[in-house]
T-cell receptor, first 114, second 109 residues
């Protein structure tokens, strides 16, 4: 079955440590996205990638980094520079980055900094 | 700035009809999408409107008025499983999706 997979579902991190969230898709989609969701709020774009080896900053990229070495994979690293990293992180993909593009989401990773 | 406004919470009765409104202010507009998200889950796509008018998909319909920068999601014959948060999202001038804060729909028996 085609889909988009995020792992792990729950992640605990000590303050000052970097952590990498995994996102893999087998939908053959060109575009991939990382969003952050805080309680009672909408989704805020961290980074997006339209094609392999290319990615762009979203609205809240500070303290995060990404790579897109393969079409299927778009990992997100939450660095120690991110001041408030505890949140629900959602990865999504779409056929292309443009109009009328339905986004397919992974099940999310809930990151807690302890 | 760019923003989308939708009610934070709506309550309805099982079997009834409910409308969730969304007004937007964005630089550029290509379309309005609606997504459903159950607690702790991932958003799932419901509908997309690029042109004015009503789009119907089963029990769900979505409406758009570009002149009023306004749209709504209409849910009919409400079922308990429809209890979720509903987000509107606008595709702006740079093709990125701008999201509303979401409307929590509470359904009572």
């Amino acid at each position: 079955d085609g889909g988009i997979t995020q792992s792990p579902k729950y992640l605990f991190r000590k303050e000052g440590q970097n952590v990498t969230l995994s996102c893999e898709q087998n939908l053959n989609h060109d575009a991939m996205y990382w969003y952050r969701q805080d309680p009672g709020q909408g989704l805020r774009l961290i980074y997006y990638s339209q094609i392999v080896n290319d990615f762009q900053k979203g609205d809240i990229a500070e303290g995060y980094s990404v790579s897109r070495e393969k079409k299927e994979s778009f990992p997100l690293t939450v660095t120690s520079a991110q001041k408030n990293p505890t949140a629900f992180y959602l990865c999504a993909s779409s056929i292309s980055h443009g109009t009328n593009t339905e986004a397919f989401f992974g099940q999310g990773t809930r990151l807690t900094v302890v | 700035g760019q923003s989308l406004e939708q009610p934070s919470e709506v309550t309805a009765v099982e079997g009834a009809i409910v409308q969730i409104n969304c007004t937007y202010q964005t630089s550029g507009f290509y379309g309005l999408s609606w997504y459903q998200q159950h607690d702790g889950g991932a958003p799932t796509f419901l509908s997309y409107n690029a042109l004015d008018g009503l789009e119907e998909t089963g029990r769900f319909s979505s409406f758009l008025s570009r002149s009023d920068s306004y749209g709504y999601l209409l849910l009919q014959e409400l079922q308990m499983k429809d209890s979720a948060s509903y987000f509107c999202a606008v595709e702006g001038s740079n093709y990125q999706l701008i999201w509303g804060a979401g409307t929590k729909l509470i359904i009572k028996p």
